[in-house]
C-alpha cells in the first residue's frame, strides 16, 4: 500500500552516485504492455545520455536494472493482464543500491520511465492527494480491528479487545455492568477513529460487525465522522483480510458511483447556466486551463487524444504547430490528457475520474469547473469607430 511513509522513505533513497530507473507502467488486456516496457526504458537510458544526467560509467552499471525489469514485466504479464485490479505497475531499481521496490495500482497514473539519480516519486505523490483514503473498523461487544484501505489494497493497523462480557449470559446482577463495559469498548473505538481523522490518516469511514454491534456502535459516532460513512456491511469480527477487502471494495464503489452522478450532474447544470461556470471538451478545458481558469476537471477514467505541447513555455494544445504564447514550434506528444492533468494540479486544481464512460461520453469524456464564468475570462474588445 502506499502511503506517505513510504513516500518519505523513496525520497531518501539514493546517494548521489548510482542511478535509479523509475518505470511506470499501463497494464492493457492484449499484453502490448511488454513491448512498450522495452521501449521506455531505451528511450528513458537514451534521454539521460542526451541530458548529461549520468555519466558513461554509471550507464553502464544501470543496464542490468533494465535487464532486471523487462524479465520482471515478461515474466508477470500473464499474471497482471488476469488481475483486474492491476491497472499500472510502478518499479524503482538500482542494483548498486541493492533497491528494487514494485507497486501494482488500481488507477493510472501517466506512463513513463526516468532514469536519475533519485526515484521518480512525483506521479504516487498525486494520487495520494487525488484518491480518497479509507478507514475499515470490524467490531463486535469485544473486540475491534482497524484496517487501512487505499487505492485497492489494504491492511491492519491495530486490534485491541476490551475485557467485556466474559460469561456469555451474565446474571441479572451484573447485566448492567456488562452492558456499561460494552458501551465504554463502543466509545473508546469512537475515540479513537476520531483522532485518527483529525489526524488526516483517512477521508471515509466503513464499518462492519454483526448488524446490533453495528447499529449499536454508530450511535456513538461524533457527528463529523457520520457525515463521512461510506457504508456498512455484515460480518464476523474475525473475518479474514482477503474477505474484509472484498467487503469493503462493494461499498466503495457503490460511493464512488454516486460521487461521480452528483459531480457529472453539477458539471452539466454549470454547462447549461447562461454564464457557464464550466466547459467541456478537451479543446475548451485546454484553452480554460491556459488562461488558469480551473478550479475541477472531470474526466472519463482511460479517456486519451493526442496533442501539442510547448518545450519552451509548456504550452498545450491539440493541432498548433506554433506556439501561440511564445512563437515556438511546438512537439507532438501521445497522450495530451496525461499533460492536462499534470498542468492542472500544478495549479491546484482537482482531478475527479470517472470510471462510467457513459457519465461524459455526450461532452466528449471532459469537462471542467471553472474560477468564473465563461465569459468573463474574455477581455473586452474595443470599439472601433468606422471610418
Not at 513491448?35 to 542526451?50: D, G, M, P, S, T
Not at 521496490?101 to 516519486?121: F, G, H, M
Not at 461487544?141 to 466474559?166: N, Y
Request: charged share 30%; hydrophobic share 40%; net charge neutral.
Amino acid at each position: 500500500m502506499i502511503t506517505y511513509d513510504m513516500l518519505k522513505t523513496l525520497h531518501t533513497i539514493g546517494d548521489g552516485r548510482n542511478p535509479i530507473v523509475s518505470l511506470y507502467l499501463k497494464i492493457d488486456p492484449a499484453g502490448e504492455f511488454v513491448k512498450r516496457c522495452r521501449n521506455l526504458l531505451y528511450n528513458a537510458l537514451k534521454e539521460a545520455r542526451k541530458e548529461n544526467r549520468i555519466s558513461e560509467f554509471q550507464m553502464q552499471r544501470i543496464e542490468g536494472d533494465l535487464r532486471k525489469i523487462q524479465t520482471y514485466v515478461e515474466q508477470h504479464a500473464p499474471l497482471w493482464i488476469k488481475e483486474e485490479q492491476v491497472r499500472q505497475v510502478v518499479i524503482f531499481s538500482s542494483q548498486p543500491l541493492r533497491f528494487w521496490q514494485v507497486y501494482p495500482l488500481p488507477r493510472t497514473a501517466r506512463e513513463r520511465a526516468i532514469v536519475d539519480l533519485s526515484p521518480y516519486i512525483r506521479p504516487l505523490t498525486l494520487l495520494l492527494d487525488e484518491y480518497k483514503r479509507y478507514y475499515v473498523v470490524l467490531l463486535d461487544p469485544k473486540k475491534a480491528r482497524l484496517f487501512e484501505m487505499f487505492l485497492g489494497s489494504i491492511q491492519e493497523e491495530e486490534k485491541f479487545v476490551d475485557v467485556v462480557g466474559r460469561v456469555k449470559t451474565p446474571p441479572p446482577r451484573l447485566r448492567r455492568k456488562v452492558d456499561y463495559a460494552i458501551y465504554n469498548h463502543y466509545q473508546r473505538v469512537a475515540e479513537v477513529l476520531y483522532d485518527r481523522y483529525r489526524l488526516g490518516r483517512f477521508d471515509l469511514l466503513i464499518v462492519g460487525g454483526p448488524p446490533d454491534a453495528v447499529s449499536a456502535f454508530l450511535m456513538f459516532l461524533p457527528y463529523t465522522l457520520r457525515q463521512v460513512l461510506a457504508g456498512t456491511f455484515k460480518a464476523p469480527v474475525n473475518l479474514s483480510i482477503r474477505e474484509a477487502l472484498k467487503e469493503a471494495r462493494k461499498i466503495e464503489e457503490n460511493y464512488e458511483k454516486r460521487e461521480e452522478r452528483e459531480i457529472v450532474e453539477h458539471l452539466k447544470n454549470e454547462l447549461a447556466r447562461r454564464d457557464h461556470g464550466a466547459v467541456a471538451g478537451l479543446q475548451g478545458v485546454l484553452q480554460a486551463l491556459m488562461e488558469n481558469r480551473v478550479t475541477t476537471v472531470v474526466v472519463s477514467e482511460g479517456f486519451v487524444e493526442p496533442g501539442v505541447r510547448c518545450p519552451r513555455c509548456g504550452f498545450l494544445g491539440l493541432e498548433e504547430t506554433t506556439c501561440p504564447a511564445c512563437g515556438a514550434q511546438t512537439v507532438r506528444v501521445p497522450d495530451i490528457v496525461d499533460d492536462l492533468i499534470e498542468e492542472a494540479v500544478e495549479q491546484g486544481a482537482r482531478i475527479e475520474h470517472v470510471l462510467d464512460p457513459a457519465l461524459l461520453a455526450d461532452i466528449g469524456h471532459i469537462g471542467a469547473l471553472l474560477r468564473y464564468p465563461e465569459e468573463a475570462g474574455e477581455p473586452e474588445r474595443p470599439h472601433q469607430e468606422s471610418r
